[in-house]
């Protein structure tokens, strides 16, 4: 399209109208409501809900990994105390699956230090799960002898993140978790996987969709029951989760997967709308859309449990979440972090 | 995510992974680079403008009133971007015909889905408003002025609420029949979702030709980005022809009257982060464009309601 550029005077002159215009005829089709019709008919015709979308699933499992995901990657350190009453805030509000914290060394991440306390001190509602970060086995042994039901390891499909993240292969890594999920079999003990770098590695750059794939057929044939793919840094768009979940598709039940997207580059609810697309009906969040990304100093972090809830309600997909009390729970951590939120819909709700 | 303390400063430089991920090439280019492997999403429009409204849209709901200069300025550097369409000022008035005068080469003319938002925005009915529209355009018109006409509330009203798809075509259709060459459907409070899109869409893609439709998405509840990909998809699947014409704003600029302290626009920049990804070309230059934005943030003193711009200059 030719675009008919007007050299733009030096002043505006009133409320003069300037526009560098695309030069576009009008596409004037007289029996333009015929054919529409017919196009519209067909379509309807052929399919039972929607149309190139495929059909979306009508309820979603929410993850919310605030607690965890969220928590970690915030600069302020918040008490005890307060995670758990925030975790309790959520289990109110009707979140099916709450990330707790993480057994890791607070030498590492200061932020999870408290572990033990927090699982012990929170409300155990039933019908919810609280699944915990694990990365060895010693952390694994903490765990459940701190009560946890569920873990969660994490691995990448990057062999550069993985040594800079845990300091050795993807194999290695196998090793490890190999360990991890024989102990998980023994004390019946339900084990969630994580691949990092599904979309893209802050190391490496591109991914491969089969090296996501191989990874992910990995976790689910040692024992993993759900394994959620992460666009760790937020980078992919619709069309390349598109891809990734073809290929992870063809070796994994859709019904184990999930996805886990960080808005980064402000990516995240049209990446998760098209894994709904694919058929993948559990997806990650973080209220608030807490956390931040260490690879990307002032970036945002996690798709805002809030957004994501909007558009799953508004798409008539049930959540089981409470909108209101979801929202409380966001002000509650905003306000013990002094941060502003995140989430779009906190954002337009809040009063000032 | 893991353990990551002192690995961080060995990745990737965002420029590094804005050129891998994007395809952008140098700097320069604006372009895809067709040597690239894209993750092409089938069935997608090649091509999409973007209709640039940040010094409309945005700048009118920002609180801080901007000077002159400094719009100019940004208009500028805006036009140095590849951006073919930067909507300056726009309204409709009996005083249009000294903006011709002055220069301009377009005009708009906003008509509501909505009898309430009609009534309170521009104090008259649907009906009566048409019949201002009608006069207007069919003078431009005469004039070889193009008129461009928008619907507001297109997907919900912050008087009635929810929008019927076809009250949306009816006034789509009216302005269409006017002469406007392009009409482009407002989520005006950003409530939309993907399924309200598709409906909407479907509705008025029976009366008039994807070629001639554009989207307007407001980013106040986070839903723009998923908004915009779905208009892609539906009228692709179903005309074999995009909806290719994309309203937005640099840096997300503006608020929402409605909405206290809600975002406004989606922002230009994340949306041709996406657009890009999706192997869309645009013909507009992202780091050309986050520095139009960088410019015109601080001219306004506001942080960038942009993702892009966040995760990229502060890195």
Request: aromatic fraction near 6%; charged fraction near 15%; charge should be neutral.
């Amino acid at each position: 399209m030719a675009a008919m550029r007007k050299a733009l005077p030096r002043r505006l002159v009133g409320l003069a109208s300037l526009r560098a215009t695309v030069s576009c005829s009008v596409i004037c089709h007289p029996d333009w409501s015929a054919v529409a019709q017919s196009q519209l008919t067909a379509t309807s015709a052929s399919q039972v809900s929607t149309s190139s979308m495929g059909t979306l699933p009508k309820r979603v499992k929410i993850v919310e990994v605030g607690p965890r995901d969220g928590l970690q990657n915030e600069k302020n350190i918040v008490s005890t105390p307060v995670k758990i009453k925030l975790i309790d805030m959520l289990s109110e509000a009707g979140l099916s699956v709450i990330e707790t914290t993480s057994f890791v060394s607070p030498k590492w991440v200061p932020q999870m230090g408290d572990h033990t306390e927090v699982l012990k001190g929170i409300q155990k509602f039933p019908g919810i799960n609280y699944p915990v970060l694990t990365p060895n086995l010693k952390g694994f042994e903490a765990a459940v002898a701190a009560g946890a039901k569920e873990v969660v390891i994490f691995g990448a499909a990057s062999e550069l993140f993985t040594k800079k993240n845990i300091n050795c292969s993807i194999e290695e890594s196998f090793q490890r978790f190999d360990a991890i999920l024989k102990a998980a079999q023994s004390a019946n003990i339900s084990v969630r996987g994580y691949v990092s770098c599904a979309l893209g590695c802050p190391y490496e750059g591109k991914i491969s969709p089969a090296k996501v794939a191989e990874v992910t057929k990995k976790f689910y044939s040692m024992g993993c029951y759900e394994i959620s793919l992460g666009d760790t840094i937020g980078v992919g768009t619709p069309g390349i989760m598109k891809d990734m979940l073809s290929a992870v598709m063809q070796e994994v039940p859709l019904a184990a997967l999930a996805v886990h997207c960080h808005d980064t580059y402000g990516q995240a609810l049209a990446n998760t709308l098209m894994a709904l697309q694919m058929g993948v009906s559990v997806v990650d969040s973080s209220v608030a859309g807490l956390g931040g990304c260490p690879y990307a100093q002032g970036a945002s972090g996690n798709l805002a449990t809030e957004d994501l809830v909007y558009m799953l309600e508004g798409l008539g997909i049930h959540t089981g979440v409470n909108l209101q009390k979801l929202l409380e729970a966001g002000n509650f951590i905003c306000q013990a972090l002094n941060r502003k939120t995140s989430s779009k819909v906190a954002q337009a709700t809040c009063k000032l | 995510m893991g353990n990551v303390p002192s690995a961080v400063k060995h990745c990737l430089s965002y420029q590094q992974l804005l050129r891998e991920h994007l395809w952008i090439g140098d700097s320069v280019a604006g372009a895809l680079d067709p040597a690239q492997e894209t993750s092409q999403l089938s069935g997608l429009p090649e091509f999409v403008k973007i209709v640039e409204v940040g010094p409309r849209d945005g700048l009118q709901n920002e609180k801080v009133i901007v000077p002159t200069d400094i719009k100019i300025e940004f208009i500028n550097r805006l036009s140095q971007t590849g951006l073919s369409v930067i909507e300056v000022t726009s309204f409709v008035s009996s005083r249009w015909v000294p903006q011709v005068a002055a220069g301009a080469t377009e005009i708009s003319v906003f008509g509501a889905a909505s009898e309430s938002f009609s009534k309170k925005n521009i104090n008259c009915s649907i009906e009566e408003s048409m019949g201002k529209f009608e006069e207007v355009v069919k003078s431009a018109r005469h004039m070889n002025i193009p008129a461009r006409g928008y619907v507001s509330c297109a997907l919900g009203c912050p008087y009635e609420g929810s929008i019927t798809p076809q009250k949306v075509t009816e006034v789509s259709k009216r302005l269409y029949g006017m002469g406007c060459y392009e009409i482009s459907l407002g989520d005006t409070i950003g409530v939309g979702t993907p399924g309200s899109m598709k409906r909407m869409l479907e509705s008025v893609m029976k009366e008039i030709p994807p070629g001639a439709l554009a989207v307007h998405c407001h980013d106040t509840y986070g839903q723009a980005l998923a908004n915009i990909l779905t208009a892609l998809q539906v009228v692709w699947f179903v005309f074999q022809m995009g909806i290719n014409v994309v309203d937005s704003a640099v840096s997300g600029l503006g608020g929402c009257p409605y909405a206290k302290g809600a975002s406004g626009n989606v922002a230009t920049e994340d949306l041709i982060y996406m657009l890009n990804g999706l192997g869309l070309n645009t013909g507009v230059n992202l780091y050309k464009v986050m520095e139009a934005g960088d410019f015109i943030c601080k001219a306004v003193n506001k942080t960038t309601n942009s993702k892009v711009a966040q995760a990229s200059f502060n890195a």
